[in-house]
């Protein structure tokens, strides 16, 4: 994501051809609660304006500060209303969608929020085209009408079906046009939106919410206000100030040996307790197909088949992730598992053996797996390390591992400098099409060089087109189970959140499920 960005150290289906209508509490400002509670986290807070932001820390900030039209409700992954009172697709092809706005919409300064300001925030977005914004993800849209302060009508240049999902996530926040600048970004530090909560101040070491008496939605704060303490990816400050009681909670950025500690760790009568989520990052090796040996189907095949995946979550990640056996991870619709089912779940080194001698392949395998812990944690050395390990234990590969520095990592792999090598990503909406897109389409992240014209020519289009999500579900599994016959790209493991807690704080499960939205207005504290 950010959230469109790889990363890797630890979002189902938008169902909107039919009429989205509001379901729910009552509307009206956020009702007052509890107490306030501090939070820690690892990420910084990049970005308080919404055309630039796209990194972890500033969509938290995003999805309790602004609203969208739509928003992912607790444990569920179809988009509902939130300033929109109701939103469908007008017609069959998913290329124009209609959302009217619920009334009485303001934004914390007291100004209303109307049709204009939603046409203003799309338009701003697209316009300045940051670098580091979200305007990727809005691409699709060809026009925007306002016939009414109540109506919004997207004109989209494809069939695009996950609109819905797109525009509940961050990129989808509603900015007031009097507030903000149509064609650059806002540099004041100030956010001004219509959400559950209002920013007061941030700063490099801190950020302080508290609750906005002018939301007009379906949630209910249970807290006076939230303050997030910055430790800029310091693990042992965060685990420290966890465990002196400075901060309720910490979320993003433990070790995965500080989380397994702190689960029994009693702090007088106030135990530390661990509480587990739902995730949806997702790790990957990658390989060039143009390489000289990666670009060969069976030392990749072999390569799948020799991976314990087993192994690596339990050594190398204290069991924080999963397996993944696809490239749609397990809670996202229209997940199967075919690597599982063509290469199995413990390592086969006969038929890594076999596939390679059919190829004619009767020497060692030199091959060399790149890493970058500057981007994907410390711990992804450690992991290529233990797969290179596998390799070679199999007698069949001399395997070996380069480490290299983030911005240079990225420029090899741009100029196809590397046969293998490791991406992570953390998706921006949890519907299938987010992980296979932006892998296998047009102009895709990977730079891997790998084109099947079935997936990009035929597959992808026709799931964008289809608005009832289930009814992609045949697509995505012919699409999965070409990928494991041709392994452009072997699926590693799955992260589990986590947010480890004093037990005095409730209401955290809320904030750690496959739509990655981190629900401020959930949490309470006693």
């Known amino acids: 994501m950010r959230r469109n960005q790889w990363l890797a150290a630890p979002l189902g289906a938008a169902t909107a051809a039919a009429l989205l209508s509001g379901c729910g509490s009552t509307d009206g400002p ?173 700063n490099d070491k801190s950020a302080s919410f508290s609750v906005n008496d002018s939301y007009s939605g379906k949630a209910k704060a249970k807290n006076t206000g939230v303050t997030l303490k910055f430790f800029n990816q310091d693990q042992a400050a965060l685990k420290k100030v966890l465990e002196s009681g400075d901060v309720d909670f910490a979320f993003r950025g433990l070790a995965a040996k500080d989380i397994a500690g702190l689960s029994s760790t009693k702090t007088g009568n106030n135990s530390i307790e661990v509480v587990q989520g739902t995730g949806a990052e997702v790790q990957h090796l990658v390989f060039n197909v143009k390489d000289e040996t990666a670009g060969k189907l069976p030392v990749r095949k072999a390569i799948a088949f020799l991976v314990d995946r087993e192994a690596l979550v339990k050594d190398v990640y204290e069991s924080t992730a999963t397996s993944l056996y696809s490239i749609v991870p397990a809670g996202i619709a229209s997940h199967t598992t075919p690597f599982f089912e063509r290469y199995g779940g413990t390592p086969q080194p006969k038929k890594a053996e076999a596939v390679l001698r059919a190829a004619g392949i009767k020497d060692k395998v030199k091959i060399t797996l790149y890493s970058t812990p500057a981007r994907y944690g410390p711990a992804t050395d450690q992991e290529m390390q233990l797969i290179a390990k596998q390799l070679n234990d199999s007698g069949l590969f001399e395997a070996d591992v380069k480490s290299v520095e983030y911005e240079q990592y990225e420029k090899d792999i741009e100029a196809g400098k590397y046969g293998v090598y490791v991406k992570g990503w953390v998706p921006d909406y949890p519907d299938a099409d987010n992980f296979t897109q932006p892998f296998f389409g047009p102009n895709n992240v990977l730079n891997n060089n790998y084109d099947n014209k079935e997936i990009t020519g035929t597959i992808i289009p026709a799931t964008a087109a289809k608005s009832d999500r289930s009814a992609a579900g045949p697509d995505y599994t012919r699409l999965q189970d070409i990928v494991a016959d041709e392994v452009p790209i072997l699926p590693l493991w799955q992260g589990k959140q986590y947010a480890v807690t004093r037990q005095n704080v409730t209401g955290l499960q809320w904030s750690l499920d496959a739509s990655t939205i981190f629900r401020f207005w959930e949490i309470s504290k006693g």
């Open 30 to 202: 956020a009702a007052k609660g509890g107490k306030g509670v501090v939070m820690g986290i690892s990420d910084k807070v990049k970005s308080t304006d919404p055309a630039s932001g796209y990194d972890p820390g500033s969509w938290l900030l995003f999805n309790n500060v602004f609203q969208s039209l739509l928003s992912f409700p607790k444990g569920g992954t179809t988009p509902e209303p939130d300033a929109a009172q109701t939103c469908a697709f007008d017609g069959s092809d998913s290329k124009v969608y209609k959302c009217t706005l619920r009334p009485g919409l303001k934004f914390s300064n007291g100004h209303a929020l109307t049709s204009q300001d939603v046409k203003f925030s799309f338009e701003r977005t697209l316009k300045i085209n940051d670098a580091n914004g979200p305007a990727v993800i809005l691409s699709s849209i060809a026009g925007i009408d306002t016939p009414d302060e109540k109506t919004v009508v997207f004109r989209l240049k494809t069939s695009d079906a996950t609109f819905p999902s797109k525009i509940a996530s961050g990129a989808g926040s509603i900015v007031d046009h009097a507030e903000y600048p149509a064609d650059k970004l806002r540099t004041d530090g100030k956010a001004i939106g219509s959400g559950v909560y209002k920013l007061d101040s941030i």
